[in-house]
């Protein structure tokens, strides 16, 4: 089974606002090839959680075969879910948080869920707008997403 490291970051300007630009940044290692991949994308009208899961959902599917994979990300939203087993209890729950209780982005986190199956699946937070080359690389990926959306506009 192939080994490869994965960092994501989904960022959102005017986060929470009815008009607002999003965006994901993903870096894919492939240590064995000594071969790195890089993707970006722009969104409208989203949010920061929404992307962070899209960047992580759009990394694993970029797969294109069962993989040993660690995956870093600064989000302690997407991290927490499978290191701390939220994911599991909502998975028990109906996806849903309480006994009803919405769960927020429930698609996205049944989509992700159904990807870490088909994977061996290890999370990582890394801290944001550190010294983490990658995560940083990631961080640029987003602005970089973003800027070419607004030229667009």
């Not at 929404?50 to 302690?76: F, H, Q, R």
């Amino acid at each position: 089974m192939k080994k490869i490291i994965m960092y994501t970051d989904g960022g959102c300007r005017d986060n929470g606002n009815d008009i607002n630009l999003g965006a994901i940044g993903i870096v894919l290692i492939y240590p064995e090839k000594k071969y790195k991949k890089e993707y970006k994308k722009g969104f409208k009208n989203t949010t920061n959680n929404k992307m962070e899961l899209l960047a992580v959902i759009t990394g694993l599917k970029m797969l294109k075969e069962p993989c040993e994979i660690t995956i870093y990300s600064d989000s302690a939203y997407v991290v927490n879910a499978f290191q701390q087993k939220w994911i599991d209890s909502w998975r028990k729950k109906g996806w849903k948080r309480g006994k009803d209780k919405e769960l927020k982005n429930k698609k996205l986190w049944m989509e992700l869920y159904q990807l870490t199956q088909i994977h061996q699946v290890e999370f990582r937070k890394v801290k944001g707008h550190a010294q983490d080359e990658y995560n940083n690389r990631c961080d640029e990926l987003v602005n970089l997403a973003m800027d070419e959306m607004n030229k667009r506009e």
